[in-house]
């Protein structure tokens, strides 16, 4: 006999329906794998790993040195990440900045850009192929210098110097996904043995 509530009866037989009976898991997808609805008690989402970190230095180079350790003795270091914390920008400023240094930097490069254009002519050209090179050079220099000097005065003096910029972290954490935390730990404790004492600022 058909149910007076078509609602209840399609709910009674519905497989995958969260909190109803006959299971948890969704109809499959497209690739065959099976959909599962979202956890209610607050878990990692599928393909999400939680990470730890292990240690932590005051600067790159100590933490680069223990992910190159984990990796030489067989760790999985693509479960493992060095991540920077507290950045700072620092720009150094490297010199005055004249017309004529603008130009002179315009020129190098013009040059070697110049070389290049003329190496590519110089390869089809039948006779003393070495002028080519050495006009295509000197060209190029000549055009570097003069839109060299040309780009920096059109900056009307509001950067009269050259710098290069970085940016800095005050600590460098090595963390590595949860289930991958005691081997890697166990890894750097032998490290920190091995090496007499532990790096400077190093905690885990």
Known sequence: MMSRNPTAAWRSGMPGM???????????????EQFRAPSSDGGTAPGQQSTVTVASYPDYPS??????F??????????AAIVGT??????TVLGRMTTARAALAGAATGAWFGLFIGLLFGI????NWWAVILVGLAIGAVWGAIFGAIAHAMTGGRRDFTSASSLRANQYA???????ADQARQLIGRMNWQGGQRPAGATG
Do not use: H, K
């Not at 507290?86 to 720009?91: C, F, I, P, R, Y």
């Not at 090595?174 to 991958?180: G, K, R």
């Open 174 to 180: 090595v963390t590595v996904d949860a289930t991958f």
């Open 86 to 91: 507290d950045l700072t920008l620092v720009e």
């Open 124 to 127: 089809f050209t039948v006779g």
């Open 70 to 79: 984990l990796s030489d003795n067989q760790f999985p270091v693509e479960r």
């Open 18 to 32: 969260p909190g109803i009976a006959g299971g948890n898991n969704l109809p499959a997808g497209p690739s065959g």
């Open 63 to 68: 933490a680069q040195y223990t992910v190159d």
